[in-house]
């Protein structure tokens, strides 16, 4: 008779393993956060500027 699931030994090292990569990459994603934020924060500042100047050039373009 076949039994189905997993070892003690197989979850341990299925752990271990998914613990050492979250160990890892938890400094990298971080990181990835910070510098999203600083880009949107940045895109943010620079959009009313980018609106304003669409607006002039629309003017500029009309009065043609």
Same mark, same amino acid.
């Given at each position: 008779? *076949?039994?189905?699931?997993?070892?003690?030994?197989?979850m341990?090292? #299925?752990l271990?393993?998914?613990?050492? $990569?979250?160990?890892? !990459?938890?400094?990298?994603? *971080?990181?990835f956060i910070?510098?999203?934020?600083?880009?949107?924060? #940045?895109?943010?500042?620079?959009?009313? $500027?980018?609106?304003? !100047?669409?607006?002039?050039?629309?003017?500029?373009?009309?009065?043609?």
């Open positions: 008779m *076949k039994k189905s699931g997993f070892t003690i030994t197989e341990v090292v #299925t271990s393993i998914l613990a050492i $990569l979250l160990a890892i !990459g938890a400094p990298n994603f *971080k990181e910070s510098n999203g934020n600083m880009v949107s924060n #940045t895109n943010g500042m620079m959009e009313p $500027l980018t609106m304003r !100047g669409w607006r002039q050039l629309n003017v500029v373009l009309l009065c043609i």
